[in-house]
């Protein structure tokens, strides 16, 4: 049974930081990679970083470049998304997906992946 759990959601005061854990389950999680999304009700889902199945190459959105760290611990089926000087705007639900890929991609669109988690609510507020 294919599964992604994701953790580490919460309120958080605006500069602050949280670490959303992603754990994986069911499938060759070896061979996947592993993408972080957001969304914000009656918005469309947002990709927020990506990182390919070896953990070598990594993609971020625009809008989290330089604030966000995405990693991955291949040997706990775990992949992490350390996020700092959040803002209210990165207010949202938070999904990680999993896309069945050649190495060193890192896929963008939530189209490519196969398999998704059912979302941790993040909450940057004062």
């Known amino acids: 049974q294919v599964q992604l759990v994701e953790s580490g959601g919460g309120l958080v005061q605006p500069g602050g930081s949280l670490r959303l854990s992603c754990a994986a389950s069911g499938f060759a999680y070896d061979y996947h990679a592993i993408g972080w999304f957001r969304q914000v009700p009656g918005k469309e889902r947002e990709g927020v970083s990506s990182i390919d199945s070896v953990g070598g190459n990594t993609y971020y959105a625009d809008s989290v470049k330089g604030r966000f760290t995405i990693s991955r611990d291949n040997a706990k089926k775990t992949v992490y998304l350390q996020m700092n000087s959040l803002k209210p705007e990165d207010t949202a639900v938070y999904y990680c997906?999993?896309?069945?890929?050649?190495?060193?991609?890192?896929?963008?669109?939530?189209?490519?992946?196969?398999?998704w988690g059912q979302g941790t609510q993040v909450t940057v507020s004062s």
């Open positions: 997906a999993a896309a069945i890929t050649a190495r060193w991609e890192t896929p963008r669109r939530g189209d490519e992946y196969a398999y």
